[in-house]
């Protein structure tokens, strides 16, 4: 897979460069001197990874990124439509509780 540039991120006067690496992993470049300060991955779970900034300040980052979809979709469980999510409780709630074991 190729890396993808999926946009830029300003905070506190930086400019940080968010880089697609592969599925669901991303790298975090710092534009002023073009070095990675850090990474993380959103699938199976979100997983942040400091080099040359603070864990705090790459945090930060990376939930802007996230937040202002600068991270693709995919890698993620597709999620339920309502109906079916619903009928899913409803069946689960429904069931006879499971007879004691002596």
Known sequence: MSNKVKGMIHLAGVTYR???VGVGSY???????????????TAPALGIEASLVE???LREVVRLAIHT???SYS???APLPA?????????????PPAPPTT
């Open 83 to 95: 109906a079916e999510a619903v009928a899913a409780k409803v069946r689960q709630s429904s069931r």
């Open 69 to 71: 979809a600068k991270t």
């Open 75 to 77: 890698g993620f469980p």
């Open 55 to 57: 864990p705090e300040v």
């Open 27 to 41: 790298s975090v470049v710092r534009i002023r001197d073009d070095r990675e300060v850090g990474s993380f991955k």
């Open 18 to 20: 968010i880089v697609r």
